[in-house]
């Protein structure tokens, strides 16, 4: 398996603009996982997705954020407008389930001037 | 005060010396990650346990579930150990990971 397969991996967008991440599990993982890391924060958890369904999401920051999973093999993340410092590595990660060994994929950094 | 606290935050070792990595939570958990990013901003997950110890070659990971304590351990530890080390407990009632600040370890040759 090729693991968690993540696009693009840097992104360089102008403030105002709308980004969208891209996160395609582990095959036959049932839990995704959306990650954030900065200095100031280190990792932070944003969303998690359970059978395509989301569990949680008081981890995202503000409404210009939202995240889908129309189906077990894709989910996205998006930020409509994005903002400077909305700047961090994004990852995601995926597990067998939410209680099991997480997988994560190589993070997109993303930078918004 | 944060739900998980690491110490050290940065650790310089010599080649072939023991090295420990402390994590205390504050939350009921599931379970608990150490994850290891290295510079190249890859994580990777070394261990997930919730009891006793966990072996994976030269790392060895503890915990102590009644005093919210874990410990990653390296032993003959080598210049490509270096990388940040972060403890990641899994919150009981949800599942979802809550994240150390990480120790940065640097092995020098």
């Known amino acids: 398996d090729a693991g968690v397969i993540q696009s693009p991996r840097h992104e360089v967008t102008e403030m105002g603009q709308e980004v969208t991440l891209r996160c395609k599990p582990i095959s036959g993982h049932n839990s995704l996982f959306w990650y954030r890391q900065t200095m100031m924060r280190g990792l932070e958890l944003l969303i998690y997705f359970n059978n395509n369904v989301p569990i949680d999401d008081s981890g995202m920051p503000e409404d210009r954020f939202s995240a889908k999973m129309p189906n077990a093999s894709f989910s996205t993340l998006k930020i409509q407008p994005s903002e400077p410092r909305d700047s961090a590595v994004y990852f995601c990660a995926s597990s067998v389930q939410v209680y099991t060994e997480a997988f994560f994929g190589q993070g997109t950094r993303l930078t918004v001037v | 005060k944060n739900e998980v606290e690491q110490s050290p935050q940065n650790l310089t070792a010599q080649e072939g010396e023991f090295i420990t990595i402390n994590c205390s939570y504050s939350v009921g958990i599931s379970a608990l990650h150490w994850l290891q990013q290295h510079p190249g901003g890859g994580i990777v997950s070394l261990f997930m346990l919730s009891s006793g110890k966990k072996k994976h070659g030269r790392l060895i990971a503890t915990i102590n579930i009644q005093e919210k304590h874990s410990s990653l351990h390296i032993t003959a530890s080598h210049p490509r150990d270096s990388a940040v080390y972060i403890c990641?407990?899994?919150?009981?009632?949800?599942?979802?990971?809550?994240f150390g600040k990480g120790t940065k370890l640097s092995v020098k040759p």
């Open positions: 990641a407990p899994g919150r009981g009632s949800q599942g979802n990971l809550i």
